[in-house]
Nanobody, 122 residues
Framework: EVQLQASGGGLVQAGGSLRLSCAAS????????IGWFRQAPGKERRGVSC????????YIASSVKGRFTISRDNAKNTLYLQMNSLKFEDTAVYYC???????????????WGQGTQVTVSS
């Protein structure tokens, strides 16, 4: 059974940092494309960052470029999202996802973690 367990969220002041982790089980992370999405209250779930297992290329949404960094550790089957210089508008539930396509759209992903809440106080 494929499972994705996201963790690392919390409450942080604006300008602070958090590192999210997504532990994958039931499959080898290098067999799937993996990425991060977020959903703010009343808004759609949107792609934040994804990483291509074939060539290591990454996508970073323009709203977080220069502040967020995606990485993975295939040996640990874990995906990370380092978030620096957090802003109030980064407040959302963050989800990790795995699927056949390395794209920032939900359609590229088949499996979803349960989400971890990130709250940035202004």
């Amino acid at each position: 059974e494929v499972q994705l367990q996201a963790s690392g969220g919390g409450l942080v002041q604006a300008g602070g940092s958090l590192r999210l982790s997504c532990a994958a089980s039931g499959f080898a992370s290098d067999n799937y494309q993996i990425g991060w999405f977020r959903q703010a209250p009343g808004k759609e779930r949107r792609g934040v960052s994804c990483i291509n297992n074939s060539d290591g290329s990454t996508y970073i949404a323009s709203s977080v470029k220069g502040r967020f960094t995606i990485s993975r550790d295939n040996a640990k089957n874990t995906l990370y999202l380092q978030m620096n210089s957090l802003k109030f508008e980064d407040t959302a539930v963050y989800y990790c996802a795995a699927g056949p396509r390395s794209v920032p759209q939900r359609s590229g992903y088949r499996y979803w973690g349960q989400g971890t809440q990130v709250t940035v106080s202004s």
